[in-house]
T-cell receptor, first 118, second 111 residues
Framework: GAVVSQHPSWVICKSGTSVKIECRSL??????MFWYRQFPKQSLMLMAT?????????EQGVEKDKFLINHASLTLSTLTVTSAHPEDSSFYIC??????????????FGDGTRLSIL | SQQGEEDPQALSIQEGENATMNCSYK?????LQWYRQNSGRGLVHLIL?????REKHSGRLRVTLDTSKKSSSLLITASRAADTASYFC???????????FGQGTRLTINP
């Protein structure tokens, strides 16, 4: 149980393109989803926390207008990288937790999306 | 930075040996979690230890937590080639839902 599906797994596109990444919880209701960014051989850096039906909470230094997050349902959150540039190339990973109690629950991760901007 | 520290950054051992990874964190926590990441993949949850627990076992994994030192360790016994991966500790900060990840340990098990 607790499967999170992330799509697409790999995206290559031209500079200036907007790219949407989907994160779905397949067998549980995810009240909270998280979006991370990971550079090669580095750790995960949290970008934002997304609660269903409300605006995402962004970490310091993350541009809200650049990385649009929508969490419209209990099973789907999307991250849109707007007008992507080569410096946005990275590995993006989502995770989700189920309904209460939220403390002392592990996060369930998708398999990540490798974004390459040419 | 809130990011935790892990050591060693890289560890290479022979199959069958034990592997120990250490983690330190900076703030009060609800729990401390360990995850594994195979190259190019997402993270897989291994074990969660609550702030009021000192030791926890799961199969070949043993985790300890010392809240006075703000540190944790992960021991993998009788390592196998399939254990080759990066291992991350993540602290669940009190009063917040988010996790703060350590820098990770790249473990290589040589057959």
């Amino acid at each position: 149980g607790a499967v999170v599906s992330q799509h697409p797994s790999w995206v290559i596109c031209k500079s200036g393109t907007s790219v949407k990444i989907e994160c779905r919880s397949l067998d549980f209701q995810a009240t909270t989803m998280f979006w991370y960014r990971q550079f090669p051989k580095q750790s995960l850096m949290l970008m934002a926390t997304s609660n269903e039906g409300s605006k995402a909470t962004y970490e310091q230094g993350v541009e809200k207008d650049k990385f649009l997050i929508n969490h419209a349902s209990l099973t789907l959150s999307t991250l849109t990288v707007t007008s992507a540039h080569p410096e946005d190339s990275s590995f993006y990973i989502c995770s989700a937790i189920g309904q209460a109690p939220k403390i002392n629950q592990p996060q369930h991760f998708g398999d990540g999306t490798r974004l390459s901007i040419l | 930075s809130q990011q935790g520290e892990e050591d060693p950054q890289a560890l290479s051992i022979q199959e069958g040996e034990n592997a120990t990874m250490n983690c330190s964190y900076k703030t009060s926590i609800n729990n401390l979690q360990w995850y594994r990441q195979n190259s190019g993949r997402g993270l897989v949850h291994l074990i969660l230890i609550r702030s009021n627990e000192r030791e926890k076992h799961s199969g070949r994994l043993r985790v300890t937590l010392d809240t006075s030192k703000k540190s944790s360790s992960l021991l993998i016994t009788a390592s196998r080639a399939a254990d080759t991966a990066s291992y991350f500790c993540a602290s669940s900060i009190q009063g917040a839902q988010k996790l703060v990840f350590g820098q990770g340990t790249r473990l290589t098990i040589n057959p």
